[in-house]
């Protein structure tokens, strides 16, 4: 009974074992898992070869498959160690290598007296190395327990898939400790070999995390296991039909052996069509049990597409949703978003009908997710989160993937109950792949939102601005015009009586009303000096104005220049010497004579010798040159006074703009003669002249073109 039971563990141990290594052959953990249950039907077999029984073997028979025992207890806990180190730490490390030492060691030994030997009696008994054989596999199973129950798994799928893995292994490894290693050194009973049996247990808590937890794609496994077993079924018939038809048809009754050339070239040929006969079993199961299969690479371009070819948020998330909706077969599909983190700004989007997760539920699932730093979570592994999973159950959530940002949880993406079962290890993987896209694409269509609706929100600001400011103009602009007509009716009004002072000013000094003593003759040309800056100030206002209101008139007539030089600097003069200023001029001997308004030429001319006159030091000179260059008139009135700054000199021919260092010389001035004398020259088809350099002088002139009066 016990020889039976233990070979059916020996199958179900292989049988579990080879339908896990054809789920993934090149997986790394299903290859240790594979080399674990061949180990373990090995052992279990051995066993139950060794244990009394209808075999009824000799005694030197089951004394040489008594040698295995221990090798094989040593290969299956080491297996066992490394299996679960690489499922909790996805490595090995060079000291799994370390690890394994002490049990080659040890199994190298095995065919010696120093594991077991027969005795007196011819009976099996343990030898010297038995305690070292014991110690280094009480160490490997305590390296089992220490991968469990020292392992950091965050994702509580993962977790829920490995508390089965313990319950399986204390119920496993615990009792066939007991009666395969530490009752033999107290007694021969043939309990002793009924160890491997709780070996059962192990599998039995495995397959729960396969079932239940999605530990490995079984289904797939199986489908698989299918596609082999139909493939070998098919090339055990075409050889045993060939082989038949050769033996009966071409060799007669000669028999075939094994290293005869018709059987090579049968060999050769099943080879050769091992793969494409395994090929088109695969197709057909994966036809029958994979209807709704889907391929995982194609998904990824068709949701790369969607995510790279839409900025729209909602119709992003829409988009979205349904594709993996109808790829995953979800029930339903939507995104909870957060908009910038308040209770009334958030984005709930999916699949047609989809229920919907209030804010404040949404926000108790925050909580739960900042404990739980891993991936994709199912609502029905939660089984230690009854608050939680009654809440998700409650909203048919069956799946949620968290979208993380490194600034926190940006929102989730929610999937429904499957359509045609269970979600499968390959649909939550899937998930987990594309969670990190999707953060990305979510980001980059927020950041669009938001500056969108920034766009939106300043576009509303800008048209209440313009309206302001379009009503702030139109008040500018009728007050511009009263102010130009003040000017225009005061500078006319004012003309009048200063042209009557400076006219008796003038008749007082020559005489007209008397003699006058030098002291009264020295305020008396104050008086006339100040009066006549006053009309040239009037009338620079009142050009202004005129300029303004577009009727400033420009009336060209031949003028000569040479006349109009000697005329001002003579009639300033006087001004220059009161103010300790000498006043020169060079000019042409001939005249030189422009086509200008003489008028207004007249008082730019006096405007600049003016200026040169008042922002002069005493004692030094201005100069007034007039001279021909090629065919234009050139006009330069250079100083040796305070000049201009150089950041004031971009906007000194401004209107009423006055540089700082000019201010404190001349608080009097209103900073709009130089602004005349560039619209009037500018007129005349001519062009400003000007150089300065602060501290040590000032060149003002102009040029204008002059007429040639010898043709």
């Known amino acids: 009974m016990i020889q039976t039971a233990l070979f059916m563990t020996a199958i179900l141990s292989l049988v579990f074992a080879v339908v896990i290594f054809i789920n993934d052959a090149r997986s790394t953990l299903f290859r240790l898992y594979f080399l674990f249950g061949i180990f373990s039907a090995l052992w279990m077999s051995v066993n139950a070869v060794v244990a009394s029984g209808p075999l009824q073997l000799s005694l030197d028979a089951q004394f040489q498959f008594a040698h295995l025992i221990t090798p094989l207890a ?73 991968s469990l129950y020292t392992a950091r798994v965050t994702d509580i799928n993962t977790r829920m898939q490995l508390r089965y893995l313990k319950l399986g292994a204390i119920t496993a490894v615990v009792p066939t400790l007991a009666f395969g290693a530490i009752l033999p050194i107290f007694s021969n009973s043939d309990l002793s070999n009924i160890g491997p049996l709780f070996s059962v247990s192990f599998l039995i808590f495995a397959g729960v995390a396969i079932v239940k937890h999605h530990l490995f794609d079984i289904k797939l496994a199986a489908v698989r296991g299918v596609a082999y077993i139909l493939s070998l079924l098919t090339l055990s018939a075409v050889y045993y039909i060939l082989a038949y038809g050769l033996s ?5 009754s000669q028999a075939m052996t094994a290293t005869s050339p018709v059987n090579v070239i049968l060999a050769l040929i099943l080879a050769f069509l091992f793969q494409p006969i395994k090929l088109f079993f695969d197709r057909a199961t994966n036809n029958i049990f994979y209807r709704e299969n889907y391929n995982s690479e194609e998904f990824f371009a068709e949701l790369s597409n969607i995510l790279s070819s839409t900025v729209d948020l909602r119709g992003l998330l829409e988009r979205v949703t349904l594709e993996i909706a109808q790829t995953v077969k979800s029930s339903q599909a939507y995104f909870f978003l957060y908009l910038d983190g308040s209770s009334d700004h958030y984005m709930s989007v999916g699949t047609h009908r989809h229920t919907r997760l209030p804010y404040h539920d949404a926000r108790q699932l925050d909580k739960f997710i900042a404990d739980q730093p891993g991936g994709v979570i199912l609502t029905d592994a939660l089984t230690d989160m ?19 940002s490194s600034a926190g949880v940006i929102g989730y993406l929610l999937l429904g109950e499957h359509l045609s079962g269970n979600y499968t290890k390959r649909d939550l993987n899937v998930l987990s792949t594309i969670s990190s896209e999707l953060v990305i694409a979510i980001q980059n269509a927020l950041s669009l939102h938001e500056v969108k609706e920034l766009n939106a929100t300043l576009q509303q600001r800008i048209d209440v601005a313009t309206k302001e400011l379009r009503s702030s103009n139109a008040q500018l602009k009728h007050l511009d015009e009263v102010k130009d007509e003040f000017m225009s009716m005061a500078s006319h009004q004012l003309r009048t009586p200063l042209t009557s002072v400076k006219g008796y000013l003038s008749m007082v000094l020559e005489g007209d009303a008397g003699d006058i003593s030098p002291q009264q003759r020295k305020l008396l040309v104050e008086a006339y000096n100040s009066s006549e800056r006053m009309v040239h100030l009037i009338a620079d206002f009142l050009n202004v104005s005129r300029l303004q209101t577009g009727k400033f008139m420009i009336d060209k007539q031949a003028t000569d220049l040479t006349r ?22 060079v000019i042409p001997r001939g005249s030189l004579v422009v086509y200008a308004d003489e008028a207004k030429v007249r008082e730019v001319v006096m405007n600049f010798i003016d200026n040169a006159i008042f922002y002069s030091k005493a004692g030094s000179t201005v100069t007034v040159t007039l001279e021909r260059d090629h065919d234009d008139a050139l006009l330069a009135v250079t100083d040796q006074g305070i000049g201009v700054p150089e950041a004031d000199q971009a906007r000194l021919f401004n209107r009423f703009f006055r540089a700082a260092n000019a201010r404190k010389q001349r608080p009097d001035g209103t900073g ?11 007129a005349h088809g001519g062009s400003v002249l000007f150089h300065s350099v602060e ?3 000032s060149t003002f002139g102009f040029r204008l073109p002059v007429i040639d009066t010898t043709k």
Do not use: C
């Not at 040890?106 to 065919?111: D, G, H, M, N, P």
């Not at 001002?568 to 103010?579: D, F, G, N, Q």
């Open 74 to 146: 040593l290969a299956t806990s080491l297996m066992f160690y490394l299996f679960l180190r690489y499922f909790t730490q996805k490595k090995l490390g060079s000291i799994s290598v370390v690890i394994a030492l002490p049990s080659i060691a040890i199994s190298a030994f095995a065919f010696t007296n120093l594991n077991i030997y027969l005795d007196h009696n011819m009976v099996i008994t343990l030898g010297p190395l038995y305690p070292a054989y014991l110690i280094v596999l009480l160490v490997n199973l305590s390296l089992v327990f220490y």
């Open 695 to 697: 501290g040590q002088g």
């Open 564 to 585: 109009i030089i000697r005329q001002e600097t003579a009639s300033l003069k006087l001004i220059a010497e009161s103010r300790q200023v000498k006043l020169k001029h």
């Open 672 to 682: 709009v003669g130089l602004y005349l004398a560039r619209k009037v020259i500018t």
């Open 386 to 404: 009854p608050d939680i999973r009654r809440l998700l159950v409650s909203y048919r959530i069956a799946v949620i993937v968290p979208l993380k």
């Open 248 to 252: 009966v048809f071409a060799l007669g």
